[in-house]
């Protein structure tokens, strides 16, 4: 517990560290909001599929540093993680003329939860200019448990008629200790202004099984509206 005391600190002092860096010129935060019927990470809802209200705050330090908070919130109900407070640091750099390579760090925290969900990981993607990227993402202490989980994903976005898109990601998730499941996840999108809206389907190869880590449960059709503030 010590040991991952330390880690959090350090990591939020790096965060607090990187806001006092000089802003590129061309470079302004962004925050938006958003609700949505249901709140899914790594293909299953954290929240029995309750509604959530959600607000993102991102800083790009420079070309290469961002760093970023998100709040999203349900109805109360203390036995899942209906609360979600997460904060991240990351390193994106253009490797070739149509390559980007992104290294994440987040810490996910569950404040008012019945039990301790918090945990830690770093995620390391390879994106495409063409829409096409590569995932792979680590937590040594998945969803506060002694379990290691990894993620593995495959993902392709496209433009569509003018200002919309669809984007789909196929992903793997192992907890060895536990299980493995398989996601899918298809996504049509469309931006007005300052709102963008999405209409996603969401399939989980495993609806029965239930663990240490939360139930495994596909939500299906999942409705969101964001609102870009700035």
Do not use: C
Not at 34 to 42: C, D, E, G, H, K
Not at 128 to 136: A, E, R, T
Not at 194 to 202: I, P, S
Request: aromatic residues 14%; without cysteine; proline residues 3%.
């Amino acid at each position: 517990m010590r040991k991952k005391s330390h880690i959090i600190v350090v990591y939020y002092v790096l965060i607090i560290s990187l806001f006092s860096l000089p802003l590129s010129a061309s470079i302004e935060p962004s925050v938006f909001i958003r609700a949505a019927s249901n709140s899914i990470y790594n293909g299953v809802s954290e929240n029995a599929d309750q509604a959530i209200i959600a607000i993102n705050a991102e800083l790009q330090i420079n070309y290469y540093l961002t760093t970023g908070i998100q709040l999203q919130n349900a109805r109360k109900d203390t036995s899942q993680r209906n609360r979600n407070f997460s904060s991240y640091i990351g390193y994106d750099k253009k490797i070739s003329t149509n390559w980007l390579s992104s290294t994440y760090f987040t810490h996910r925290a569950f404040p008012g939860s019945e039990r301790e969900w918090d945990y830690d990981e770093i995620s390391s993607r390879l994106s495409h200019s063409k829409g096409l990227s590569l995932g792979l993402t680590y937590s040594p202490n998945y969803y506060s448990s002694s379990v290691k989980a990894i993620k593995s994903t495959i993902a392709y976005s496209r433009h569509l008629v003018k200002n919309s898109y669809f984007k789909t990601e196929v992903g793997n998730v192992n907890i060895p200790t536990l299980s493995s499941y398989q996601f899918i996840e298809a996504t049509i999108g469309a931006r007005y202004q300052r709102f963008n809206f999405e209409l996603g389907y969401h399939w989980v190869n495993d609806t029965l099984l239930s663990t240490s880590v939360g139930n495994i449960a596909s939500p299906k059709f999942i409705l969101s509206v964001s609102y870009f503030a700035f």
